[in-house]
Each structure stands twice: as C-alpha cells, then as structure tokens.
C-alpha cells in the first residue's frame, strides 16, 4: 500500500477553487465543466512525471477517460450530490489480495466495505479506500479485490458496467458463488442466457 506521504504527492487541485464539497451537480455549468476537463488534462500530464512514475511503478492503476468523465457528469447532472462524491476516482488504484483480511487499516483513508455487495447489488465485491488530500483536491480511489472476485468484477465491468443491468449481474454473481461458472466463457453464456430471458 502507498503511504501517505505517497498519496498527498499523487494528489491533484481542483481549478474550481471552491470546495468539491459544496459543488452540487445542479449547480454545474459549462464553464465549470469546461474547468474539470482540462484539470483531467493536467493530472494526466502530472502523473506522466518521472517522480509519479516512480510511485505508481508496480501498482495497476488508471486515470478515468474524458468520456468517462463527460458520462458522469451527465449522469448525476440534475442530482443534489456534491461534485466530490461524484468524480470520486480520477485516480483508481487497484490491489488484488489473496484474502480480505490481509487490508490493513490506515487513519489516513475513508474505506468503504462492498464485499457483500452495493446498495444496489450488481455483483460487483470489493473494499474501496479514498483519499481526500483536502475539499479542493479530487479524491483518489484504491480498489481492493480478493483474487476470487477479480475474475467476476473485470469480467462484469466489460459487459455490464453503465447498463444497468444489476439484476443480471447478481442472478450471475450467485452461480458464480455457487461454482457454476468458471471463468469468463460461463459468465458471458450466463449472461447471453440471462438478456434472452432463458
């Protein structure tokens, strides 16, 4: 795991200069917009530098898409969320560990517990940590995944990710508990089956 010294370099301002706490979606403008989209131009530039090479050297990570981005903010455009709770994870950082249990804890990020799934169970599992440098930096995002929810989570996030179809996803999450589906062949013949309704 990166420490937090680590995390705190990896950090990237806002050019709102206002908190990402106090941004409600309802709120945002062209202009504003206009504004995270060249700051994701400049954290992709930031994170090109050698010393951001350095600490990302090993570690699997990602900074989301414009598109991405763009369909995010569509998204939650006439929602009351605040725009920190919405671009949570321009930077993703993931982990895979053989148990759970291997996490350690740190004062330093927020950890959101999904092994048992969502709110609104799609069968994603895994632990998400973030970290906030403060209001004005955008959160980063660390995914840790059990090496068994791995093969189910990349596999759901090629074909189910932004369809929303989490009844699909968890009908296959639970053959896939059960052992029923092996490896990515199954999951798609599941799902095929699961959109035909058979």
């Not at 898409?65 to 763009?70: A, E, L, Y």
């Not at 959101?112 to 004005?136: M, P």
């Not at 955008?138 to 995944?145: A, P, R, S």
């Amino acid at each position: 795991m990166l420490s937090r010294t680590a995390f705190e370099e990896l950090s990237f301002p806002s050019s709102l200069a206002r908190s990402l706490r106090k941004i409600r979606m309802t709120g945002l403008d062209a202009c504003m917009v206009d504004k995270i989209l060249n700051d994701l131009n400049m954290y992709n530039e930031m994170l090109a530098e050698e010393r951001m090479l350095e600490i990302l050297s090993g570690i699997s990570y990602r900074i989301k898409s414009i598109d991405s981005v763009k369909w995010k903010l569509e998204r939650y455009k006439d929602t009351e969320r605040d725009l920190r709770s919405v671009l949570n994870d321009l930077l993703g950082i993931r982990f895979i560990v053989e148990d759970y249990a291997a996490i350690g804890k740190y004062d330093f990020l927020r950890m959101v517990d999904l092994t048992a799934g969502k709110e609104s169970d799609d069968g994603y599992r895994g632990i998400h940590l973030y970290f906030q440098k403060d209001n004005y930096h955008y959160q980063i995002e660390v995914q840790i995944w059990s090496a068994h929810d791995a093969l189910f989570n990349i596999w759901a996030h090629k074909r189910l990710y932004k369809l929303g179809t989490g009844q699909i996803g968890r009908t296959i999450r639970q053959a896939y508990e059960k052992g029923l589906l092996k490896d990515e062949k199954d999951l798609d013949e599941a799902f095929y089956r699961q959109r035909e309704g058979r």
